[in-house]
């Protein structure tokens, strides 16, 4: 079994260190909040005080984490990783970032014989616990062989994509999917209730057909018991929208659909439902329709 370090320890980020614990790997914590380390220190694991710290005592470093700039600033900052890791650590990046930050930490790393895996994953809060998550892999073919017990604690199915990066794109390309799903169920879901049909039943008639999808699957249930909370974030899906818009000018792509799903959520977080699950994104249908999903309009 391994010696890992986590960093980021959210909804996601807890579950998966609780996955690598139940696998009989040995971790090492830290979090900017305190509390959810105390509770896994309690469970077994090893609280740090800084990332260097982390970094200092394992083979692998793992880090789930917002946003770039945040995944920056615990790889390069002050007692940042680069500061600990000793050469021939693994370092396995679970946050989504930009393709082009994930290739600079890549470069930075291997200067000082560091191996680094940027590792999306999908699945959702429901995936972290259960340990179903599908990991994307970018990096070096060696560092996912040697990552593969860990991928195996935390996931269902893990595919290195390319070189350093390439997870990421691949995590882009999972966006706009995920985006336009919880957008398209939003409309379907408010085209039954403005047409004074019952969208549960409409989402039993439809879920065995061509429409059949996850996201068709497990939502609605939680829409129609009143339950928006999260799940994933809303605001985490407007700023990986903001990372397929970005990446969508660095390599010249037109996504349109993308920008307008882009906007909506711009409208969510204005709405003041930023911390709510991403397939409350029917908030913004309902105040267009003028309409709620739990109040039938007939």
Partial sequence: MARIGYIGLGIMGAAMARNLMKAGHELVVHNRSRAIVDSLAAEGASAASSPAEVAGQVEFVCTNLPD???VEQVVLGPEGILEGARPGTVFIDNSTIKPETARMLAERLAAKDVQALDAPVSGGDVGARDGTLTIMVGGPQEA?????????ATGKAWVLVGDSGAGQIAKVCNQIIVGAQMASLAEALITAQKAGVDPQRVVDAI?????????????????????????FKAYMQHKDHGIILDTARTYGIPLPVSAVIHQLYAAMLEQGNRELDNSAIVSVYESLAQINLDEPDR
């Fill in 68 to 70: 770039s700039p945040d």
């Fill in 144 to 152: 996912f062989d040697r990552s593969v017990s860990l991928f195996e």
């Fill in 207 to 231: 879920k065995g057909g061509a429409a059949q999808m996850w996201t068709l699957d497990v939502k609605p249930p939680r829409l129609f018991a009143g339950n928006r909370q999260p799940g």
